[in-house]
């Protein structure tokens, strides 16, 4: 059994205290004896707060590590996917490599695991999937990667996607993906027949993209509710972005909310841009799971975005006007806890028996280090030091050979 002490942490913002952390899991608050063999580990005096996770994004997009991409001017999403396809065409570095250079800066921030929806269509095939795997797989044992197949470019509009949608599934997708049934397919009921079909025939969870607003908004959200029921996937259906659940009052709100805890339906928000942000505090005292991820970072569709979900948990307070250390808090809460529940994932709580997924932070409290948003001192992933101060604590071969691939292609 491996042992590791962590000294002079702080824990909910209480004094500092000895951390014991055993086989990956917290065994003992400041113990009275040591087991031989322990390693011991300075904490300085630092707050440790539950791993975030990032439960959205969108890493085979990313030029993160890269040259700088220019974008063009987009108005629709439809322009935005076209774009996205033509910028993809002048990349140099392999999807491997870029999605890997994103995925050490999350981790390197603290991630402890990730949602990575992953664009498959005939013009791309399943070398997104292929790629992101690989980048995965490099980091075992640093970062948790679902892979999930996404029909960036529609999914009845494209024929020829739903059999790479299910091939995927056999070749390193864990997660089935859905667009705008209504808005990028206009089918509501033959996308989700699709959808729902494959998702039951492979028994894997679904993950729909959903930007429409208004009443065909809430109609899609509320359809999709219904199904999870009929095919009793309650607990294994996420509906991200969901926009439309921001325009909608009090009552209303309140109703779809609990059809949503009912279906057990999950959401995931981005705080993105102008984008709006679901409404996680009233849905979730409703009972619905929220939770919160970066979407696209340096990518064909926006220039920001920076793989860290302390970060995010900043955007999300600011977004919603979080003021008091309560709300700023339930940020936070949201970037951890929500994320670990989305990704069906153990939730730490940092107690005796808890995974230990950690980070040490300066600061007073969680909600400091929400506004202050500070670069971990040390990011702990089951039970053993990964980071310190920004910087991987090792880095493979194939990871070195994937920072060379993009600095090749910056230097073009």
């Known amino acids: 059994m491996t042992h590791v002490l962590f000294t002079s942490v702080r824990l909910h913002g209480g004094q500092p205290c000895d951390l ?113 795997r690989a980048a995965a797989s490099a980091r075992a044992g640093l970062l948790d990667v679902q892979v999930v ?20 599934l056999s070749e390193g997708a864990d997660v089935l993906g859905g667009l705008d049934p209504v808005g990028v397919d206009g089918d509501l009921h033959g996308h989700l027949d699709v959808l729902f079909g494959l998702a039951g025939k492979a028994a894997v969870p679904l993950d729909i993209h959903l930007h429409d607003r208004g009443p065909s908004g809430v109609e899609q959200v509320t359809e ?53 942000v679901v409404p996680f505090g009233p849905l979730g005292e409703r ?31 600011y977004r919603t ?12 809460a949201v970037v951890a806890h929500g994320g670990a529940a989305l990704l069906g994932l153990e939730r730490t709580d940092l107690r005796i028996g808890d995974p230990a997924d950690f980070v040490l932070v300066p600061g007073e409290s969680v909600a400091q280090i929400v506004v202050d948003r500070p670069v971990p001192g040390l990011v702990v992933h089951g039970g053993r030091v990964i980071a310190r101060d920004g910087q991987l604590v090792d880095s493979t071969p194939q990871r070195q050979a994937e920072a060379g691939r993009l600095q090749e292609g910056a230097s073009r």
């Open 20 to 132: 014991l952390v055993a086989d990956g899991r917290i065994a003992a608050i400041s113990p009275p004896s040591l087991p031989d063999g322990c390693d011991i580990v300075d904490g300085g005096g630092a707050l440790a707060l539950p791993a975030p996770v990032d439960a959205h994004i969108h890493p085979d997009k990313t030029t993160w590590g890269g040259p700088w991409l220019s974008r063009e001017p987009a108005d629709t999403l439809r322009e935005l996917i076209d774009g996205e396809v033509a910028a993809r065409a002048g990349f140099e570095a392999p999807v491997e490599a870029r999605a890997g250079a994103l995925m050490d800066r999350a981790i390197v921030r603290g991630t402890r695991a990730m949602r990575a929806h992953v664009d498959v269509a005939p013009v791309h095939g399943l070398s997104n999937v292929h790629g992101v």
């Open 149 to 168: 197949a996404f029909p960036q470019l529609g999914l009845l509009t494209e024929p020829g996607t739903a059999e790479l949608l299910e091939k995927s």
């Open 321 to 332: 006007d979080a003021r008091t250390d309560a709300e700023l808090a339930a940020c936070y």
């Open 287 to 317: 009972g619905v799971l929220v939770a919160a991820g970066s979407d696209g970072v340096r990518d064909p569709w926006t220039p920001f975005g920076d793989g860290d979900m302390i970060n995010r948990a900043h955007l999300l307070a």
């Open 224 to 276: 999709i509710a219904r199904r999870t029921v009929a095919h009793g996937m309650q607990g294994r259906v996420t509906v991200s972005h969901v926009f439309c659940l921001a325009d909608l009052g009090t009552d209303e709100l309140a109703r779809t909310g609990e059809i949503l805890a009912e279906a057990g339906v999950s959401l995931a928000t981005c705080a993105l841009g102008a984008d709006p």
